[in-house]
C-alpha cells in the first residue's frame, strides 16, 4: 500500500505541476472531488481494517509478554527485565501513507463541502469589472445563493433566488467552460438588451446613469469616465471611455454562439433578445470588457455563484471586506 500510496501522490504531483505550467487545464472540483473519495477510500481501509488489525497485534504483543512473566514467575523467576511498552507504541503507530490519506480525509472532505455547497475564493485577474472590482481582489461566492448544485456536474438539484439584473455572478465561460469568468448581470431571459453608442438598453429603456467624474484605470492606465448606474434594484459604478470603439462582433473561436441569431451588430453597437434559460452579461468597465456583446449568452448551467465579498487583496489592504453587488 505504502508503493500504491507513492505512485497516487506522483501522479499528483505531476498533475499539478503540468496544470501550473499550462501544459494542460486543470479541474479544480474533479481533483477535489477524487481527492475526497481516494482519501474516504483509506479512511474506512483504516477504520475497519488497518487499525484494527494493529489493535489485535498489540494485544498479542501484550498477551505473549503477559504468558512469558507467569512461565518464568512459575519457575521462580518473580523479575524480569524488559518493557514492551515502546513496541506497543509502535505498532499501533499510524504508518506514514496512511497518515497522509486517511488523516487528510476530515480535511478535504470538510473543504469539498464548503466550495461545493457553500462558499468558493475566486481572484480577480483582470480589470474588465473596475471600479466595482480590482485586480489581485480576492473574492467569495456564495455557491447556494441561486440554488443547490451537484459538484463536478453542476447540475441544479435545489432551486434557490432566481437570477436578477445587476447581480454579480461568477460563471463557467461559455468558450472554454474549465475557466471561470465574473460579470455582472445586464439581461435575464426574454430581455431585449440593446449597448447602442456606450449606452444601455434594457426592454427599450435607457438604463439610468449619473455622471461620477473620472477615475483612473491602473490596469489601462488611463482615465476614464465613471458613471453610477442603476441596474435592476441596486446601483454599482461603471467605467466608460468616450473615444473608444464602439462596434462590436461575434468573434467567437469556436465559430458562432448559441441563438446568435437572437443578436443584430450595427456600426453603433449591438441588441440582443436573451433565450429561455441564458443571461446577457456585461463587465463594469465597459470599454475594456469582453463579454456577450462579442461571445454570446451564459447558458443556466454554467452558473458557479454570485460574488459578494472581497475578502482581501494583498495589495490594497483598504479593498478588505468591502460588499458589493
Not at 88 to 99: A, N, T, V
Not at 135 to 147: A, E, P, Q
Request: glycine letters at 8%.
Amino acid at each position: 500500500m505504502s508503493a500504491l500510496t507513492g505512485v497516487l501522490y506522483a501522479a499528483l504531483v505531476a498533475y499539478l505541476g503540468g496544470w501550473y505550467t499550462g501544459r494542460w487545464s486543470g479541474n479544480f472540483a474533479l481533483l477535489l472531488f477524487i481527492l475526497t473519495a481516494v482519501t474516504l477510500l483509506y479512511w474506512l481501509a483504516e477504520r475497519y481494517y488497518f487499525a484494527p488489525a494493529r489493535r489485535a497485534a498489540a494485544e498479542a504483543l501484550v498477551a505473549n509478554d503477559a504468558k512469558r512473566r507467569e512461565q518464568l514467575a512459575a519457575q521462580g523467576i518473580a523479575r524480569v527485565d524488559g518493557d514492551i511498552e515502546p513496541a506497543r507504541q509502535q505498532i499501533l503507530q499510524q504508518p506514514w501513507w496512511l497518515d497522509w490519506t486517511a488523516g487528510l480525509f476530515p480535511v478535504i472532505l470538510a473543504v469539498f463541502l464548503l466550495r461545493s455547497f457553500l462558499f468558493e475564493p475566486f481572484k480577480i485577474p483582470s480589470g474588465s469589472m473596475v471600479p466595482t472590482l480590482l485586480v489581485g481582489d480576492l473574492i467569495l461566492v456564495n455557491k447556494f445563493h441561486y440554488g443547490i448544485r451537484l459538484p463536478v456536474l453542476n447540475k441544479k438539484i435545489i432551486a434557490n433566488n432566481d437570477v436578477k439584473r445587476g447581480d454579480v455572478m461568477v460563471f463557467r465561460y461559455p468558450e472554454d467552460p474549465s475557466t471561470d469568468f465574473i460579470k455582472r448581470v445586464a439581461g435575464i431571459p426574454g430581455d431585449e438588451i440593446s449597448y447602442v453608442n456606450q449606452k444601455l438598453y434594457v426592454n427599450g429603456q435607457a438604463v439610468p446613469v449619473q455622471s461620477q467624474g473620472n477615475f483612473y484605470d491602473e490596469d489601462g492606465r488611463v482615465y476614464r469616465q465613471r458613471f453610477l448606474e442603476k441596474l435592476g434594484e441596486k446601483e454599482h459604478q461603471i467605467l466608460v471611455q468616450p473615444d473608444a470603439q464602439r462596434f462590436f462582433r461575434a468573434d467567437r473561436a469556436d465559430g458562432p454562439f448559441p441563438f446568435h441569431e437572437n443578436c443584430r451588430y450595427t456600426l453603433e453597437g449591438v441588441t440582443c433578445k436573451v433565450p429561455a434559460g441564458h443571461y446577457f452579461m456585461l463587465g463594469d468597465n465597459r470599454d475594456n470588457s469582453r463579454d456577450s456583446r462579442f461571445w454570446g449568452f451564459v447558458p443556466d448551467e454554467n452558473i458557479v455563484g454570485r460574488a459578494f465579498l472581497v475578502w482581501m487583496n494583498f495589495g490594497n489592504l483598504k479593498r478588505v471586506g468591502t460588499f458589493f453587488d
